[in-house]
């Protein structure tokens, strides 16, 4: 009877809860209509856009690496540019900065590739390798504190072939953090900044430390918003 009784004061206080964040998304909307149809006007442009295109270079070049590689960054932009417009709508500011943040980081790297031509999509490409034996060293050792079964023997020697063959490939900058952007600069790109920078968009900085706001936890995050009205019991819808 506990047990049940709890379950329907959930479901009443979750109902009541949807109800209330509903109204506030047809408030929101209303108020700010016109900028969220134009935001919308200019997504289909850009999706519309990039098919045109994809359809024309494809038709003119065919299977080729950098283009293949740009058009699925590009993609990657787009999806970020959706999350954007439904966290605006459901009035997640610090979310639409958060992911304007991930936009801006794709967006750099496809500068930065498109301009380097072929051999960049191929060292991003073979750098995969290289991530994924970085990513196989923290999941080995957490995989028996977090429940998941660890990969076999045979396969992490496998993925660990992979990884020096791509060494072995390109050298030792590879197998770097940014080893693709490394090896593509002769090691003077070591940092998502400098990479930003040699992309041109350096300029964009201050807007994406505003951005990391959201991220990360230091002190100044905590001054506004939520988690400034979490501390008076505010609500925050």
């Known amino acids: 009877d506990i047990i049940a009784e709890a379950e329907e004061d959930i479901k009443v206080a979750l109902a009541d809860s949807l109800k209330q964040q509903r109204a506030f998304e047809r408030r929101l909307y209303n108020s700010h209509k016109r900028l969220f149809e134009k935001y919308q006007v200019l997504m289909e442009v850009c999706s519309e856009l990039a098919d045109k295109h994809r359809t024309e270079v494809y038709d ?15 993609a990657r932009v787009l999806r970020n540019g959706a999350e954007i417009g439904a966290l605006a709508r459901a009035g997640y500011g610090t979310g639409v900065l958060a992911r304007w943040r991930a936009m801006h980081e794709v967006h750099v790297t496809l500068a930065f590739l498109r301009d380097y031509g072929d051999k960049a999509a191929r060292a991003y490409y073979d750098y995969g390798a290289i991530s994924s034996y970085k990513a196989l060293d923290d999941y ?15 396969e992490v020697d496998a993925m660990k072939r992979d990884r020096d063959r791509v060494v072995k490939k390109y050298g030792s900058l590879m197998n770097e953090d940014y080893g693709w952007a490394r090896w593509l600069s002769d090691g003077s790109i070591k ?6 920078a040699a992309a041109d968009f350096g300029h964009y900085r201050p807007y994406y430390r505003y951005a990391s706001l959201g991220i990360h936890s230091e002190w100044r995050s905590l001054t506004s918003g939520e988690e400034a009205e979490a501390l008076y019991g505010d609500d925050p819808v």
């Open 140 to 154: 080995q050792t957490y995989s028996s504190q977090l429940g998941i079964i660890p990969f076999s023997q045979d």
């Open 191 to 196: 940092t998502f900044r400098q990479l930003e």
């Open 60 to 74: 003119a070049v065919g299977n080729d690496n950098l283009f293949n590689l740009l058009v699925r960054l590009h």
